[in-house]
């Protein structure tokens, strides 16, 4: 889980940037039409005729948003074109393409872009993405990485935030808490090695919860599976910050209300056996959590017979009329107002 440092390691000074850029995107393959040229000219060049084009980026920063001491540079780049992906889902588009940027400074060898790379084109594989660019650069400390993802939809399927009607159905994908439970077991595990660095942790009880933390999945198969269904949610939105604020978001854009149900809140056991462990309260960590990349969506309640009983759906709620705002119903059944960081007692 901690790096080697022990690896063969080329410094980049030895190659220039352009043999660089050549090496790390070679194995990269091409699955769209739309991707006239890629990687190797001035720009690429793209065909987006079909549908309505999404884009969207984000940017990680070492400290900030990654920490390599647990996180090995495979599944950060793994995880970097998820975060990205999991955005162009929310909005009820597939994913085509992706450009990635990365600073890096001396520190990193040729052999850690390639681990990042290899991290990279796994995801452009699974999720059948092209990677058509970006710009390499150096900096003074650290990396920094940054993805453009474009995505295409008919116009009629995009999701935005602002659909949710009252009476809607609050429908979530997966569960929700795992992956802010694997950051928590990862920051423990970091502390004991800066202790002994001989330990060894055994973390075969909190696999899933890691993996959720280090290589989340963004849900493509959520786009699919609405599809054959022959369900639009009303309003959609990808859970990267946690449960609540995400609610918060869809409620004001929307210019609803909404009542969320604790006892609805998919958990995963392993999940709860950890906020057990941790003396933390599931419910708090399930809605303040974050970087679960699951799908949040509103329903209109006649398309409840088509997703009934789904198990990748679970409706945890209801929209309500505006003046009502935002409440978790608790299982003691106290009605609580919902806030970004999760909730409020009165
Ligand atoms: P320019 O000097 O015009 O910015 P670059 O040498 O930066 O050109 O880029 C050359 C080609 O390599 C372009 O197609 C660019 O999109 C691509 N590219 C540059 N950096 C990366 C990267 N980190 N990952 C993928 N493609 C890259
Ligand atoms: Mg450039």
Known sequence: MFQDKSNPSTSLEQLGEFQLIKHLTKNFKIHHTSTVKSVGDDAAVLDLSNGKTVIT???????????????????????????????????NALAKQITVSI????RFSLEALEE???????????????????????????????????????EAKITYRSGAKPNDLLV????????????????????VFLVNPQSQPDLTNYDYIIERQLKPEARKDIVELLEI???????????????????????????????????KIPLDPQ????????????????????????????????????????????????MSEPNEKAHLITRANQKIALTAQGWKAF
């Open 172 to 191: 979530v994908t997966g569960d929700v808490g795992a992956s802010y439970m694997g950051l928590q077991v990862l920051e423990r595990e970091k502390q």
């Open 116 to 154: 990042l790379y290899s991290g990279i084109q796994l995801a452009c594989e699974h999720h059948e993405v092209d990677l058509v660019g970006g710009d390499t650069t150096s900096s003074t400390k650290g990396l920094l990485i940054s993805i453009t993802a474009l995505g295409q939809a008919d």
């Open 103 to 106: 600073a890096v400074s001396n």
């Open 271 to 318: 999940m709860m056996q950890t906020c057990e462990e941790f003396e933390i309260n599931s419910t708090t960590v399930a809605l303040s959590g974050g970087e679960d990349y699951e799908l949040l969506m509103t329903i209109d309640q006649k398309d409840y017979d088509k997703i009934k009983g789904n198990p990748n759906l679970t409706v945890i709620g209801y």
């Open 229 to 263: 269904l022959e369900v639009k949610p009303t309003a959609m939105i990808d859970i990267s910050d946690g449960l609540s604020s995400e609610i918060l978001h869809l409620c004001e854009e929307s210019e609803v209300g909404c009542n969320l149900f604790e006892e």
């Open 57 to 91: 980026t984000d940017l990680l920063v070492e400290g900030v948003h990654f920490d390599l001491a647990y996180m090995p540079l495979k599944h950060l780049g793994y995880k970097a074109v998820m975060v990205n992906l999991s955005d162009v889902y929310s909005m």
